[in-house]
């Protein structure tokens, strides 16, 4: 895999990444989605989260590869209340996501 990809203001293409999590355990009715918002916010990523109806806790962000591997070990541990059984992640290419990182509804299918 190569980093190639829109780079944002200060920013080379090898240094933009894009993670995608699917995130296992009791990941819902516990603040999981606001968590990560608020984790995606402080690192400055751009992306979505919302729950998926098997259980899940899914994932998008995009900026750069060390502010993304935070935010993988962050979903990892989760806020106070969960209980994270493993969390899926693939690396791909970054596509350009809006900068804000949203939560979205139940059941998203995806950008």
Excluded at 36 to 48: E, I, K, M, N, Q
């Amino acid at each position: 895999m190569t980093d190639d990809g829109p780079a944002g203001p200060g920013r080379t293409p090898a240094e933009l990444a894009r993670l995608e999590a699917t995130v296992h355990g009791r990941v819902q009715g516990v603040g999981f989605r606001y968590f990560v918002r608020t984790v995606a916010d402080d690192l400055g990523v751009g992306g979505w989260v919302a729950n998926a109806t098997d259980g899940t806790v899914v994932c998008v962000a995009e900026g750069p590869r060390p502010a993304l591997r935070d935010f993988a070990a962050a979903l990892a541990a989760g806020p106070p209340g969960s209980h994270v059984e493993r969390v899926d992640v693939r690396w791909t290419m970054p596509v350009g996501m809006d900068a804000r990182f949203v939560v979205r509804s139940l059941g998203h299918s995806g950008d």
